[in-house]
């Protein structure tokens, strides 16, 4: 079955020593499997192989069927074969995604009137930029060190304010749960437009 993970950037697993993989190979491992330990992992969506990445190479993968289990609020899966059926550094996609995402929190406090402080909004411009190469690393840095300040403040005033309320909080679970549906439909749309299985070429 078709499933997803994620490689460094120089195709290489997070862990162990293993050489490269190269698009279209196969291998198998002759230990004992065991998740989080031995064997060739893999995740049933891109939002779970996420939070499991150790580089931006996402990566279509070919496994053994079995069933996946939750670990550490991802759902993992281990096989004793997998084969690399496609795969791509998907860095600026995955920064992008990240702006979008930041992009909706704000919105969202800006639509009940919490205007969120310029720096934070500044922050997400300058992190887009950097996401196409129109930015530093040291614009980056600038950015998102002011941007933590403004949270930071903005969290303490929240915190010595007046009580939320049961009522606020329930609203606040569904909009988060909503949030992170759309989060991971995104992401799923750009990382499966990103990373193409091509088709075999035709004989003759």
């Known amino acids: 079955m078709l499933a997803y993970h994620f490689l460094r950037d120089d195709f290489r697993a ?3 020593s293993e050489l490269a993989w190269q698009i279209g190979e196969e291998r198998v491992y002759t ?34 069927q079995s069933e996946p289990e939750m670990r550490d609020g991802s759902l993992k899966g281990v096989s004793q074969r997998r084969k690399l059926v496609a795969a791509r550094n998907v860095e600026r996609e995955l920064r992008l995604w990240g702006c979008e995402c930041a992009e909706r ?36 840095a600038a950015a998102c060190e002011a941007a933590w300040g403004a949270a930071w403040g903005a969290a303490w005033g929240a915190a ?9 909080e329930a609203a606040r679970e569904a909009a988060w749960e909503e949030e992170i549906a759309w989060q991971k439909q995104r992401l799923a749309e750009i990382l499966d437009a990103a990373v193409v299985i091509l088709a075999p070429a035709s004989a003759g």
């Open 14 to 16: 997070g862990e162990g």
């Open 31 to 64: 230990g004992k499997l065991k998740l989080c330990v031995s064997g060739y992992h893999w995740a049933p969506t891109w939002w779970d192989a996420l939070a499991n990445a150790p580089g931006p190479v996402a990566s279509i993968v070919d496994v053994d």
């Open 105 to 140: 929190a704000l919105q969202r406090e800006r639509a009940v009137g919490r205007e969120p402080d310029q720096r934070c909004w500044d922050a997400v411009a300058v992190a887009k930029r950097f996401a196409v190469g129109e930015a530093s690393q040291d614009e980056l």
């Open 160 to 168: 010595h304010g007046a009580a939320w309320g049961a009522a606020w």
